[in-house]
């Protein structure tokens, strides 16, 4: 049995990665009491007797928590604290041949931010394979369900006195959004995408966009070339993304819908277009691949190495 301690149970990702440990057979999670959450010889104890601890805590708490565990205790992190720091393993299995090996082996590993989850998987093989310049600014929209934002954000959109509707949410419009260095780090970007994300009215789900000219795109011609490069990229036995041309029937070409693959740990990018510009949409769970899904595959890794 593996003995896994949650840091940060009670918050939505915590419960979301608690319910996915219980069905497995092979997983004991340490819990800690109410009356020892913030009892430091407590926490000590816990992050280095478990096989892993899962960091599921604001930034600063998980900064603290990181300090106070032996330098051989493995730790995932799915705060936002240590993605692009140098001596932690990004957690993205899927981001080129050698990660899955790097996740495996490591004692601090970083679990991707939800929006940065489909921006890399979209925009890392580009630029790594040269078909989009690293100076490129990328125009990126990303939807997702208001479960996104924790339990502060679903009080409010499931608050009994709410009578209507409430539209959807463009937020960041200052162009710092938090994960935009996730973003260029992994992406091997030079510049800041263009970056809108929007909180809208249902509970989970999301798909983030990004558009292309075709002139932008070294030796790619139209969609269904660009498919086939994605394709061949992702095709590999444990990738967790897959690549398809959404079903374009239909009046005006058809529709997405943003929940497709709600309560799903895995991805889909969807490309569509004509010979002139190009869309590419990331479609998963801001829960799933985008959190609690990333967390456990990454998990699943690490114990992969404990046997």
């Given amino acids: 049995m593996h003995k896994i301690f949650i840091d940060g149970m009670s918050g939505t990702t915590g419960l979301q990665i608690r319910d996915r440990l219980l069905k497995k ?24 007797n478990a096989d892993v601890s899962i960091l599921c805590l604001p930034d600063e708490a998980a900064i603290e928590a990181v300090s106070l565990a032996k330098s051989d205790a493995r730790i995932l992190d799915a705060s936002t604290a240590h993605r692009t720091l140098e001596n932690w393993t990004y957690g993205f299995p899927e981001l080129n041949p050698l990660q899955r090996q790097k996740i495996m082996h490591s004692n601090r590993v970083s679990v991707p931010g939800c929006h940065a989850s489909g921006f890399i998987a979209i925009m890392y093989p580009l630029v790594s ?5 690293s100076n490129y600014t990328a125009h990126c929209f990303s939807l997702t369900g208001y479960s996104g934002g924790g339990k502060s954000m679903i009080s409010e959109y499931e608050s009994f006195d709410r009578h209507t509707v409430i539209p959807p949410k463009m937020y960041a419009l200052n162009g710092n959004h938090k994960h935009i260095k996730e973003m260029m780090l992994i992406s091997k970007l030079n510049k800041p995408p263009i970056f809108n994300p929007i909180v809208c009215d249902y509970y989970q789900g999301m798909a983030v966009t990004i558009s292309f000219s075709s002139a932008d795109l070294n030796g790619i011609n139209n969609s269904e070339s660009l498919q086939r490069f994605y394709s061949n990229i992702y095709n590999f036995k444990h990738s967790k993304i897959c690549v398809s041309k959404y ?7 058809g529709a997405m819908y943003v929940d497709h693959y709600k309560t799903r740990d895995d ?7 004509n010979d002139i510009n ?20 990454c998990l699943d890794l690490m114990l992969e190495n404990n046997n």
Avoid: C, P
Avoid at 247 to 253: K, L, T, V
């Fill in 278 to 297: 190009i869309t590419v949409t990331a479609v998963y769970d801001n829960l799933g691949k985008g959190a609690a899904g990333a967390a456990v595959q």
């Fill in 25 to 48: 057979t092979n997983i004991k999670i340490l819990e800690i009491s109410n009356e020892l959450r913030k009892d430091i010889t407590a926490k000590v104890e816990f992050l280095n």
């Fill in 247 to 253: 079903d374009e029937r239909g009046s005006n070409g």
């Fill in 129 to 133: 394979h040269n078909i989009v310049d």
């Fill in 267 to 273: 991805m889909m990018l969807y490309i569509n277009g």
